[in-house]
């Protein structure tokens, strides 16, 4: 049994059908892109496109989607061959490259969804700010590090296609990045893209 069949246990073929068509870009693979395209590619998403410039550090292991083996290997390089261990039939771009003030713009104009997972707040804001206005669904992070309070990491639906996700506070400037509260942060990111693409659907006979 291949994965698209598998995955009919829990979705319907129009549902699988509509979230294959979904052309998304991640910014930044870390521990937010890393986790989030993971869940992203266990619910059926298959089109992918993934910046990131750095490699990977043994310090990363602490919570993001990578493997002792795989230390020094480009991020977007080592993560496309994990998710391609979930579903080997995936269309992947991935890119590494950083991205600046400069090319905030450049990436992902053909894309139906953002999802920011990156690190240096300027450039979060600027490319939320730019795809935000642009039209797309775009699903930030801000605030998640430390443990503790899982419960603070909230959705807010900041505009009408814009949601951030997190405490707003809690900087990794202060406390350190932690696997359980990057991932549940990163699992709602790719949460609210399933629901924003199942619940947009038409319903079958209509």
Same mark, same amino acid.
């Given at each position: 049994?291949?994965?698209? !069949? %598998? =995955? !009919?246990?829990?979705? !319907?073929?129009?549902? =699988?059908? %509509?979230?294959?068509?979904?052309?998304?870009?991640? %910014?930044?693979?870390?521990?937010?892109?890393?986790? #989030?395209? %993971?869940?992203?590619?266990? #619910?059926?998403?298959?089109?992918?496109?993934?910046?990131?410039?750095?490699?990977?550090?043994?310090?990363? =292991?602490?919570?993001?989607?990578?493997?002792?083996?795989?230390?020094?290997?480009?991020?977007?390089?080592?993560? *496309?061959?994990?998710? #391609?261990?979930?579903?080997?039939?995936?269309?992947?771009? =991935?890119?590494?490259?950083?991205? !600046?003030?400069?090319?905030?713009?450049?990436?992902?104009?053909?894309?139906?969804?953002?999802?920011?997972?990156?690190?240096?707040?300027?450039?979060?804001?600027?490319?939320?700010?730019?795809?935000?206005?642009?039209?797309?669904?775009?699903?930030?992070?801000? *605030?998640?590090?430390?443990?503790?309070?899982?419960?603070?990491?909230?959705?807010?639906k900041v505009g009408s296609k814009l949601f951030v996700i997190g405490d707003e506070k809690s900087g990794i400037d202060n406390m350190p990045p932690l696997a359980p509260r990057v991932a549940i942060a990163a699992a709602k990111q790719a949460d609210i893209v399933l629901a924003y693409i199942l619940g947009n659907m038409p319903q079958e006979g209509r």
């Amino acid at each position: 049994m291949d994965f698209k !069949t %598998a =995955l !009919t246990r829990y979705l !319907t073929q129009q549902q =699988l059908d %509509a979230i294959e068509k979904v052309q998304i870009g991640i %910014a930044g693979a870390g521990g937010l892109g890393s986790n #989030c395209a %993971a869940a992203l590619v266990r #619910c059926g998403f298959k089109k992918l496109r993934i910046i990131d410039y750095d490699c990977i550090e043994p310090s990363n =292991l602490n919570r993001q989607f990578f493997f002792a083996d795989q230390i020094g290997m480009a991020k977007v390089e080592a993560l *496309g061959q994990n998710l #391609c261990r979930i579903n080997p039939d995936l269309e992947l771009e =991935l890119i590494q490259q950083k991205i !600046t003030a400069q090319n905030v713009g450049d990436w992902f104009e053909d894309r139906q969804v953002v999802l920011e997972c990156l690190d240096v707040p300027a450039i979060k804001s600027l490319l939320v700010q730019h795809y935000a206005s642009a039209g797309k669904l775009v699903v930030a992070v801000s *605030g998640i590090a430390g443990w503790g309070n899982s419960d603070d990491i909230v959705v807010r639906k900041v505009g009408s296609k814009l949601f951030v996700i997190g405490d707003e506070k809690s900087g990794i400037d202060n406390m350190p990045p932690l696997a359980p509260r990057v991932a549940i942060a990163a699992a709602k990111q790719a949460d609210i893209v399933l629901a924003y693409i199942l619940g947009n659907m038409p319903q079958e006979g209509r």
